[in-house]
């Protein structure tokens, strides 16, 4: 290898500066962490298998407490989660999310849209 593409290869994979932003919801403030590549991968394989399972473990993954890198949820709290009242807390939430995976609002807008279409053709059917 030439020492170009090595440094390159270094700089690339040696970067485990994972982004994180604090966001204040139901009154305490946690840290939003981005994830690994693969659980991102992970994750979009669910949303289009079981979006509730999905949602639950995206706040497993990027949910901590803030200065750590302790999750704030775990497997035990499936449920409770998906009992958590929806409203404007979960969704600054999701934003901060979205925000750290580099995720624009036009995005979401669009994948909403075509899940919709997606749903409207697989129920007229």
Same mark, same amino acid.
């Given at each position: 290898?030439?020492?170009?593409? &090595? !440094?390159?290869? $270094? ?11 604090? %966001?204040?919801? *139901?009154?305490? $403030? ?33 949910? %901590?407490?803030? /200065?750590?890198?302790?999750?704030? *949820?775990?497997?035990?709290?499936? &449920? @409770?989660?998906?009992? +958590?009242?929806? /409203? ?9 999310? =979205?925000?750290? +995976? ?5 995005? %979401?807008?669009? !994948?909403?849209? =075509?899940?919709?279409?997606?749903? @409207? !053709?697989?129920? $007229? $059917?």
């Amino acid at each position: 290898m030439s020492k170009q593409k &090595d !440094a390159i290869r $270094s700089a690339f994979f040696s970067s485990n500066a994972f982004k994180r932003e604090t %966001v204040k919801v *139901f009154g305490v $403030s946690i840290d939003v962490r981005q994830a690994p590549l693969g659980r991102v991968l992970d994750l979009q394989g669910m949303f289009a298998e079981d979006r509730k399972q999905a949602i639950s473990r995206a706040l497993m993954e990027f949910c %901590v407490v803030p /200065g750590t890198n302790e999750a704030v *949820f775990d497997e035990a709290d499936t &449920d @409770s989660i998906l009992a +958590m009242p929806f /409203g404007e807390d979960f969704q600054e939430l999701q934003e901060k999310i =979205n925000k750290i +995976m580099g995720v624009k609002e036009d995005d %979401v807008k669009a !994948a909403e849209g =075509n899940l919709e279409e997606t749903i @409207s !053709a697989t129920t $007229s $059917s």
